[in-house]
């Protein structure tokens, strides 16, 4: 089975503090992918990774940014916290294919709480 | 970017109720992919179409793709507890591998 794993279930910040979201899969897949869940608003792309060192903006980059220095890790960082940061974040990843037929496959999520 | 509109945002029912959700585009989808969360949980896919009307079954689960392939639809037939949680449609429409998710339905399902 594919595991995607995420470093923290939940986390307390404190605004202006920068914060690291690890997350790491453990089926070489060369996709991976970081979403933040909030009500009402579904899943919305941050950004995500195809290859290593490689990155592209989702939907709703700003204020983030991304790491992935090796194939199986993908990190989220913030550089500096804000209120309404506070949200789930997922972390996904997917084998590269054509024809984008390829499921996702998600980690457990890591609530972070800005305060 | 491309946007899936779900419906309904959610609903409540009661245990041996039928259940269903659509999701709607305004361009054609090459495929699209169902995925259910649970309370707590995250998302975990179910079932991907591909062909123009192609309709799967999983127990008590159907799933349809439109003939336009710019709609579809999941349906529980006699909602159990275990139903609960929220379902996702998605759709690649953005290329890169990428997947659009719909806003979801979140399903209550009462004894």
């Known amino acids: 089975d594919v595991k995607v794993t995420q470093s923290s279930r939940y986390l307390v910040k404190r605004t202006g503090e920068k914060v690291f979201l690890e997350c790491v899969q453990d089926?070489?897949?060369?996709?991976m992918f970081w979403y933040r869940q909030d009500p009402g608003l579904g899943l919305r792309l941050i950004y995500f990774s195809y290859d290593v060192k490689m990155k592209e903006k989702g939907d709703i980059p700003e204020g983030y940014s991304v790491s992935r220095e090796k194939k199986e890790r993908f990190s989220l960082i913030l550089e500096s916290a804000s209120t309404n940061q506070t949200s789930m974040y997922l972390c996904a990843s997917s084998k590269l294919a054509s024809g984008s037929r390829e499921t996702q496959y998600f980690g457990p999520g890591t609530r972070l709480l800005v305060l | 970017g491309q946007q899936v509109m779900q419906i309904p945002q959610y609903q409540h029912v009661q245990e041996g109720e039928d259940f269903t959700t659509y999701c709607n585009s305004s361009t054609t989808l090459s495929n699209i992919q169902w995925y259910k969360q649970r309370p707590g949980g995250h998302p975990v896919f179910l079932i991907q179409l591909v062909k123009s009307g192609e309709v799967k079954k999983q127990k008590r689960l159907t799933f349809q793709f439109g003939e336009a392939k710019k709609n579809s639809s999941l349906h529980i037939t006699a909602t159990q507890t275990t139903d609960v949680g929220t379902y996702f449609c998605a759709d690649p429409t953005g290329g890169g591998n990428k997947l659009t998710f719909g806003t979801g339905t979140q399903l209550k399902v009462e004894l």
């Open positions: 089926m070489d897949h060369e996709n």
